[in-house]
């Protein structure tokens, strides 16, 4: 079992920046590929950006290319989602998810691909 904890949500102007970050415990963190994904009232789970376990490969969706960046401390047992230009349209609740892999390079773009979930922060941005 993997436990994620994500914070770092809140309420940001548009143009604005918030870090996410996502704190997992409870297996090998190293070995886990890990992706941020957002929920607006009313849609679906979309995915955002997903890295691999060694952080050397990541994935972002075209909607936050350019504008989001996904990163890992495997000392820390953290995953960061720095976002930057924030729209209003970013707004939706944020959630990582976790799922165990054996090649350093994976990572995963389907909600179904993931074992793992935190709760979710909320993020809000106002124009």
């Known amino acids: 079992q993997v436990q994620l904890v994500e914070s770092g949500g809140g309420l940001v102007q548009a143009g604005g920046s918030l870090r996410l970050s996502c704190a997992a415990s409870g297996r090998t963190f190293s070995n886990y590929a890990m992706g941020w994904f957002r929920q607006a009232p009313g849609k679906e789970r979309e995915f955002v950006a997903a890295i691999s376990w060694s952080g050397g490969s990541t994935y972002y969706a075209d909607s936050v290319k350019g504008r989001f960046t996904i990163s890992r401390d495997n000392a820390k047992n953290t995953v960061y989602l720095q976002m930057n230009s924030l729209k209003p349209e970013d707004t939706a609740v944020y959630y990582c998810?976790?799922?165990?892999?054996?090649?350093?390079?994976?990572?995963?773009?389907?909600?179904?691909?993931?074992?793992?979930w935190g709760q979710g922060t909320q993020v809000t941005v106002s124009s």
């Open positions: 998810a976790a799922r165990g892999v054996g090649s350093g390079t994976t990572y995963y773009t389907s909600k179904g691909s993931y074992y793992y």
